[in-house]
């Protein structure tokens, strides 16, 4: 994570308030109601209970503390705000500790549709609301746990399994297939593609998951959908690591994309 970002998290003042601009404050809105305006009908049933207990305001950008009070109440966790990027090591150490890194900067109006770095829009509109979930928030604080401890290739494999499931993770329902992961809901492009004809959408299998490369610059060529949160839930429970090791013995699969554009001193994702 030592790639350079042209965007500065918002410091807080003494009484932990961030003060946005007007203009910050605008594009916020403009994400918000382009973003409501698609996901009913393509986000689960969990996601939408925990934007309703969150309520998120639609015309400026919330103060984390207001946000902390209700994911403390729901399961514990709690937002810690961040710079723009952070250490591997940071970023599992919170998790662990259930502690959701926000980096406290906007995106700017030339980059509304995308940018590589997780801004403050994607974080708290894309995931806060499923970590209000017990069965998704318990995944996520053991994938930390697990972070933390792993080596330097194991983390690069559960990395994969973190993007195909809290930040591209698809869902069966009774209601029909549904959106769960931030990735997806905070990208307007990303929420119509990923329920289209589009991708391919496999059923999640955790081994596979670890063993699929990705890029972070392009809609993805495929999703792996879940039958129930209560998956990620009962991944928790299993031993992981020893998942890791076999996909680490059979090997990545076939990338389902073209390799990435060489540029000079670009660097690698």
């Not at 979930?133 to 933390?148: H, I, M, Q």
Request: aromatic share 12%; with cysteine; proline share 9%.
């Amino acid at each position: 994570m030592a790639k350079q970002t042209q965007y500065q998290a918002r410091m807080p003042d003494a009484n932990g308030y961030i003060a946005y601009s007007d203009q910050e404050h605008a594009t916020w809105q403009t994400l918000m109601e382009r973003q409501t305006a698609i996901i009913e009908g393509r986000v689960c049933q969990e996601y939408i209970d925990g934007l309703e207990r969150l309520a998120l305001p639609q015309d400026r950008i919330p103060q984390l503390g207001d946000v902390d009070r209700v994911l403390l109440e729901s399961t514990g966790w709690r937002t810690a705000q961040v710079p723009a990027l952070i250490p591997f090591d940071t970023f599992f150490e919170l998790l662990a500790s259930r502690r959701f890194p926000v980096a406290t900067f906007i995106r700017s109006p030339e980059e509304i549709d995308y940018l590589q770095e997780p801004d403050i829009f994607h974080e708290l509109f894309g995931h806060c609301p499923m970590l209000t979930n017990p069965d998704f928030a318990e995944f996520t604080a053991t994938y930390g746990k697990l972070g933390l401890s792993a080596s330097k290739q194991e983390r690069v494999y559960l990395a994969r399994l973190y993007w195909m499931t809290v930040e591209f993770g698809l869902v069966d329902t009774p209601q029909g297939r549904r959106i769960y992961g931030g990735g997806i809901i905070s990208s307007p492009k990303e929420t119509f593609h990923a329920l289209s004809d589009v991708p391919e959408h496999y059923p999640f299998d955790p081994i596979d998951a670890l063993r699929t490369p990705y890029r972070i610059d392009i809609l993805q060529p495929l999703y792996y959908v879940i039958e129930g949160l209560h998956t990620l839930h009962d991944l928790s429970g299993q031993d992981i690591m020893a998942m890791v090791h076999q996909a680490m013995e059979l090997g990545l699969y076939p990338p389902k994309f073209p390799p990435k554009p060489s540029a000079p001193q670009a660097a690698n994702a």
